[in-house]
């Protein structure tokens, strides 16, 4: 979201300009909200009211703020934290992407009200204050900084930062899905887009990082409590609930998948059959019609027999295929999960054992009843209605905890540090006495046990299993979340996933060009940033070799981590 840059030269002639402009530019975004953008009060949820900010309005002034935020923190009473925070290159990204907003909100209101002309004068003193903004970042100069491996700040006020964090997410969820016009949907997206990168150059979420592994379990029960309040922000709406419960389903079966591709660096094309299986699973010893088993255990024996006959299908696909690397083992494993599906669809009874009911798949699977609880039914908690996706969600968020815990049990121990091993150079790590076959094949069997446990669920959340649910696009999907989240991390997969689910979902009233214009971002993404969303710094500089400072940050940060190794 940057510019051309400037010659130094020219920038150290003008650099006593850039820091008051951009102030005034920030200013004037903040102000703009206050005041009415469009003559037109139907639109854009009523933009037309000054003085009482919605929508656009509300996201310029967030952009504002961050702008106000930055130039303080570069002169001003917060100067100190200039210190630590590349305030100048923040300004510079942000002032690029709040024109590119406030263009796109001129477009919105033109395109919903009839033309520019139907705009009001805060839209016009948005646009002029991003254009301030913009030029007056571009003068600002950078300052020598200090690495946040030797920052030292009051526990406290990292834990606050961390707790309003989780909660401006949590707000901003329940906002921007509460809204029906997709123009505002679009318009959250650009907005939060622009802060995040805003913030990222100006070194925030390093910073937040290094915050993070001082506070982990703070930031783990915080991620946690905002994820269980969640459905209380939806009022009852059972089509928010209904993409949540998908985006946890797609989250537990990519984390099994980020053992494989993220830790053992095999590629995998055909994961999704896991997930299938243990749906199928779940499925026919379930009490729907359609099941030919007449044996019907309770759920958690069903959840545990899904799991290890998926784990079981890993073991059995791993063991010939592990043999051959790269390219090959990403063909093989394409070859499986279309022999899962078409499997599926000719265990009819016709041309195979009646297990599947072939293409018609076996649908109305009844809701689960576990310990007298019907998760089909509508419950009230605190005088809120929780619909019966609601009651998926939550067990579903129980699953996905079990599954970080393993992934993250399993990524500190001498199996995790193993896979990586073999990840960077198997050759190396079998030199040095890693069982690289077995521990290759036990991160096949882990992954699908993971995804297994997850397709009970989905069975009873979808009420039916058919074949077409498990196409190689699925698996496609499923490895794109891995690598867009950032490989080898649970937050990064986690937020990939939900990307990869909601925006698909929300994006409809592109129609056909949806598919299209997700596509174009995944592209922009890679283009922008490969390592992912989330990586660690030993990741990104596996992207960035050339970065210097990235490479010294990385050596500081090991000096660090060894020191108290060294000391016992």
Not at 166 to 191: Q, T
Not at 347 to 368: C, M
Request: proline content about 4%.
């Amino acid at each position: 979201m940057n510019l051309p840059t400037l010659p130094d030269t020219l920038r150290e002639q003008h650099s006593g300009k850039g820091w008051p402009l951009a102030l005034v530019g920030s200013l004037l975004l903040l102000i703009s909200g206050l005041l009415s953008w469009s003559f037109d009060p139907s639109i854009l949820g009523d933009i037309s009211i000054a003085f009482w900010p919605a929508s656009l309005q509300l996201f310029a002034m967030i952009l504002g703020a961050v702008g106000v935020l930055l130039a303080l923190m570069h002169r001003g009473p917060l100067h100190r934290l200039g210190d630590w925070f590349d305030t100048a290159l923040g300004l510079r990204a942000l002032g690029t992407g709040s024109l590119l907003f406030v263009v796109f909100s001129l477009v919105a209101i033109a395109s919903e009200a009839g033309g520019l002309v139907n705009v009001n004068p805060g839209g016009w003193l948005a646009l002029a204050g991003a254009l301030l903004l913009t030029v007056g970042a571009r003068f600002v100069p950078q300052r020598q900084l200090n690495s946040f491996a030797k920052a030292k700040a009051n526990p406290v006020l990292e834990i606050v930062v961390i707790v309003l964090g989780m909660a401006a997410i949590l707000f901003g969820a329940a906002y921007v899905l509460g809204r029906d016009d997709p123009w505002i949907f679009v318009g959250f997206l650009v907005m939060a887009a622009v802060a995040f990168m805003a913030l990222a150059r100006a070194g925030f979420f390093t910073w937040m990082s290094h915050v993070a592994q001082r506070h982990r379990h703070v930031l783990t029960l915080a991620a946690f409590v905002v994820a269980f309040l969640f459905p209380f922000t939806q009022d009852g709406s059972d089509a928010n609930m209904s993409i949540a419960t998908q985006v946890l389903i797609f989250a537990a079966t990519a984390i099994g998948l980020n053992i494989v591709v993220g830790l053992a660096g095999l590629l995998d094309l055909g994961y999704i059959a896991f997930l299938g299986s243990g749906a199928y699973v779940g499925a026919m010893m379930s009490n729907a019609a359609s099941a030919t088993i007449g044996w019907k255990p309770p759920f958690i024996v069903v959840m545990l027999i899904g799991a290890c006959v998926a784990a079981t299908l890993g073991l059995i696909i791993g063991s010939p295929t592990l043999r051959v690397s790269g390219d090959y083992l990403a063909i093989v494993t394409l070859a499986f999960g279309e022999i899962f599906r078409l499997s599926m669809f000719n265990l009819d009874g016709n041309n195979g054992p009646d297990l599947t009911n072939g293409p018609n798949g076996i649908p109305g699977i009844p809701d689960l009843n576990l310990f007298g609880f019907d998760f089909g039914k509508p419950h009230t908690v605190f005088g809120i209605q929780l619909g019966r996706f609601s009651n998926y969600y939550f067990i579903l968020l129980l699953l996905i905890g079990f599954i970080i815990l393993v992934f993250t049990r399993l990524n500190n121990s001498r199996i995790g540090r193993g896979w990586v091993a073999i990840r960077e150079d198997e050759r190396a790590a079998e030199a040095m006495g890693v069982n690289t076959f077995g521990l290759k094949l036990l991160g096949f069997a882990v992954g699908a046990f993971l995804a297994g446990l997850a397709g009970t669920i989905k069975a009873h959340q979808d009420t039916a299993a058919s074949p077409d649910q498990y196409i190689f696009l699925e698996s496609a999907f499923l490895l794109a979340a891995v690598v867009l989240g950032g490989m080898g991390t649970v937050a990064g997969v986690l937020i990939g996933a939900t990307i990869l689910k909601l925006l698909p979902e929300k994006l409809r009233f592109f129609s056909e060009y949806r598919l299209l214009l997700f596509g174009l971002l995944l592209v922009i993404m890679m283009r922008v940033r490969p390592e992912g969303l989330i990586a660690s710094k030993r990741r990104q500089l596996e992207f960035h070799e050339d970065d210097e400072e990235l490479a010294q940050e990385v050596q500081a940060d090991h000096l660090i981590d060894a020191a108290p190794e060294a000391a016992r």
